[in-house]
DNA sequence: TAATACATTAATCTCAAAATTAATATAAAA
DNA sequence: TTTTATATTAATTTTGAGATTAATGTATTA
């Protein structure tokens, strides 16, 4: 039928123009990815409606493919969705931010323990580097006493630390949910109007949890780990509504 | 303009044909539901392929809608996803079934722990009553020897009483988490051919739980979780592809 | 025979508009 | 004035079809 005339057409258009190479990603992975970062960075106020058509014109795509995004997101803890009555930013409360440190607490202290306990020599030299690479942000921000000019670098490379506490668990499960509650604390915390959850105790907070685990002091890891996450469960973020 | 005349011809039709109540659920959510309930239950074989246009017809909607609830499912972890090949079963493994199980192991016993410690009488209540409902089902279970005509009973019965071991942890963050660990699991074990992730051992299991969560026992208690999900880390489940 | 290129089919991805519902503004009634 | 009902606007949900890519079959060549 006619349908392989349309076909030959189409071949003829993607040798003049050139084709997607297949590793690349389609629209969809890359407006995800996007839209994730933006949310945990705290590009949007909370509580903010995410309306498709406004989305769906910012990134030159259809509503639809938005509309599959802000589900996904929404099963990701990112996104509130409601029936009828569409997507929103979740609003920053003091509940939600305390249940998240406590999910982080009991996540990474039992990531980092296996880890310890099943890592080898590459995983230190990973650990390592992870710090070291974070300590020199840290340490610029704490001369400056400016957060902001440092928070994009800063956020990436605290996540990428923590992460790799649990890289040696032996669980991609675990790391992977620990990936998406790390994710939603992010967004919590983050605050364009403040410090974006950084901490000046982060410093040696981060290093005491690197020695005990290059000690492979399994005990003492938890401990640190748990230390440097609860400051999350006492404190009221007072700047942040409580709602 | 004319839109106006649409809109009262809809007022119109809706007054001769009734309209759907503001509470009953969407066609997204109905379906959302129910695949996610036959992917647990093991209705389609593990590694399956899931096409938008075949559940289409079978749910009588649009392929996207399918494909925006297919979406949803991958980040439960119900569904594996890759981009320009579609969405399928996940397959079943030795190591995946491990990981949740381990999951299931840290959530439920530290979930546990924290309803013993904050749960009140209501509480005790509620898991008195789901294991008298759960340990029902069992007997009858243990004493025809068939898992097939109860299965679906007591999966529902097993999810509600793991659940409510949680149901006073202070938490719905590791609710909710524990929830999409424990639906993956189940998807895990569930086969069609053999017991639906019964064992014979679960009746004096699942009653020593009880018996340590009453007595406000915290350590026999997360013993005693530990036991009963230990199995899936020692038995190899020869009956299910190893992959 | 095996491997490669091409033709064909079948799937996935994207899009825009129609169908339906929620939200808002305005008028009528209490 | 307050409330209620109605008209209007704006959003969300659903659909189907076109655009693009993957998968399969067939012929050609080494």
């Known amino acids: 039928m006619y349908y392989l005339i349309i076909l030959y057409l189409y071949s003829v258009k993607q040798y003049l123009f050139g084709k997607r190479a297949m590793s690349d990603p389609t629209v969809e992975f890359d407006v995800f990815n996007n839209l994730r970062d933006r949310l945990i960075a705290g590009a949007f106020e909370h509580g903010a409606k995410l ?18 995004i802000l589900f996904r ?3 990701a803890g990112l996104v509130d969705f409601q029936e009828q009555r569409g997507f929103r930013v979740p609003v920053q409360s003091k509940t939600r931010r305390h249940e998240l440190a406590e999910m982080r607490i009991l996540l990474e202290a039992e990531g980092l323990e296996r880890s310890i306990n099943n890592g080898g020599v590459e995983w230190e030299a990973r650990l390592t580097g992870a710090h070291h690479k974070l300590s020199h942000i840290e340490s610029r921000i704490s001369s400056t006493g400016e957060v902001e000019p440092l ?9 990428e630390f923590h992460q790799t506490l649990l890289a040696a ?6 790391q992977t949910t620990h990936g998406l509650i790390y994710d939603q604390f992010r967004q919590q915390v983050v605050n ?4 974006y959850g950084y901490y000046s105790d982060n410093i040696v907070d981060h290093k005491a949890i690197l020695d005990a ?14 230390e440097h996450l609860a400051r999350n469960l006492r404190e009221n973020h007072a700047d942040i509504d409580t709602k």
């Open 51 to 68: 309306r498709a058509e406004v989305l769906r014109v910012e990134y030159d795509c259809s509503a639809s493919n938005i509309r599959e």
């Open 73 to 75: 997101l929404s099963m």
């Open 151 to 159: 928070a994009a670098l800063w956020s990436v490379a605290e996540k």
């Open 169 to 174: 668990c032996g669980s991609t499960l675990m």
């Open 192 to 195: 364009a109007k403040t410090n």
């Open 213 to 226: 685990a290059l000690d492979r002091n399994a005990p003492l890891a938890r401990q640190k780990v748990h």
